[in-house]
Each structure stands twice: as C-alpha cells, then as structure tokens.
T-cell receptor, first 112, second 115 residues
C-alpha cells in the first residue's frame, strides 16, 4: 500500500528565504506526482504536476523535482513571501485512472 | 482549463438529517470521480471511487450505507451523507480526471458542519 510522508510537518521562515519541502513515497511505481497548496478552510490549488517520466517542473518561483527510483520529490520555493503561507500537500497517483494518495502536508509560515 | 464544480461549498445541518453534495465536471466527461474527506489538521483521505453507471467502490472503514454515492451521468456524481452526526463534520472534496493525459481536477470542497 502506497504511503506518502512529508518533512517537515511545519516550517516557519522569514520573508525572502529559499526553502525546500520534502516528500517521500514508498512505492516508486507511480504514474505522476503533484504538489498542491491549501489555504486554511479552502480547497486545493494545483502547483506543479510531474509525470513519472519527468525529473522536474518549474513555475515561477517554484521548482519541483522527482526521483522516482528513490521515492522522493522536493518542492523548492525561492524568495519566499508572506503570501506563500499555506499548507503544501504532495500527492501521487499510482496508476492511470486511479486516485491520489496524499501526504500529511507541510504547514508553511513566511514571516514578514 | 478543465473545471470541476462542487456544490454546496458550506452546509450546516442538524444531527439526523441528510445532506447531498454535488460534483460536476463542467467541460469534460468523467467516467470516474473520487471523493475525499479531510478532518481538521489532517490530510485528505480517499473515501470512495465513483464509477459512472455502476456501484461505487468504498475504502475500508467507510460505510457505504451512510455515504451514498450516485454517478448517474458522465458529468455528475453526488455524495449523500445520510443521518448525519457531529462526527461526520468534515471537509469533503471531489476530483475528476480528464481521460487524455489523465490529469485530475479538484472541486473547491464542501465544509459540512453537523450540529
């Protein structure tokens, strides 16, 4: 059974810092991996989607990498801003057409 | 881009009543939709897989008679929480996948509060 973990559980940084969020999954046979952002009491905002054949994806200040063989992904946030404060969720799809398995999330606070 | 609409966004009900939540794929057909539940300060957990024209598949520990799922068309799945109790208070969110490339899109979620 696929299990997804995220480290750290919570992170508090001053504005402007670069930071890395980590995601690990136990079964490396994934179809894709996606990073989401969730604001308190809100739904999910998709940040980056990495297909199993890809090694990284970039969008603005965000960069996500995928090392499928080791079961790891990282989300790099450059020049963090207070508006980046949210919970970041990592999720994997095991096979085509199947559901996401979510990690527990990293709660990020960027202090002004 | 593809949009998944979920309604209502927030519902408050009395204990013992039933609540229906709708999940619609607005610009694509979805043979499969997924329903997730998120308790406060926890991550999303899959409740069930909704299959168009057939019975839903429920995850272990999810009562199928309490959480009724109907996927009557390729664009609509409904989740009905029957005889809701305070412990059913949670954030419910659906997702649907576009066949091509299989990218899943999430609804905005429904916050259920049972008094």
């Amino acid at each position: 059974k696929q299990e997804v973990t995220q480290i750290p559980a919570a992170l508090s940084v001053p504005e402007g810092e670069n930071l890395v969020l980590n995601c690990s999954f136990t079964d490396s046979a994934i179809y894709n991996l996606q990073w989401f952002r969730q604001d308190p009491g809100k739904g999910l905002t998709s940040l980056l989607l990495i297909q199993s054949s890809q090694r990284e994806q970039t969008s603005g200040r965000l960069n996500a990498s995928l090392d499928k063989s080791s079961g790891r992904s990282t989300l790099y946030i450059a020049a963090s801003q207070p508006g980046d404060s949210a919970t970041y969720l990592c999720a994997v799809v095991h096979n085509y057409g199947q559901n996401f398995v979510f990690g527990p999330g990293t709660r990020l606070s960027v202090l002004p | 881009g593809a949009v998944v609409s979920q309604h209502p966004s927030w519902v408050i009900c009395k204990s013992g009543t039933s609540v229906k939540i709708e999940c619609r794929s607005l610009d694509f057909q979805a043979t499969t939709m997924f329903w997730y539940r998120q308790f406060p300060k926890q991550s999303l957990m899959l409740m069930a897989t909704s299959n168009e024209g057939s019975k839903a598949t429920y995850e272990q520990g999810v009562e199928k008679d309490k959480f009724l799922i109907n996927h009557a068309s390729l664009t609509l799945s409904t989740l009905t929480v029957t005889s809701a109790h305070p412990e059913d208070s949670s954030f419910y969110i659906c997702s649907a996948g576009r066949t091509s490339g299989y990218i899943q899109y999430f609804g905005a979620g429904t916050r259920l509060s049972v008094l």
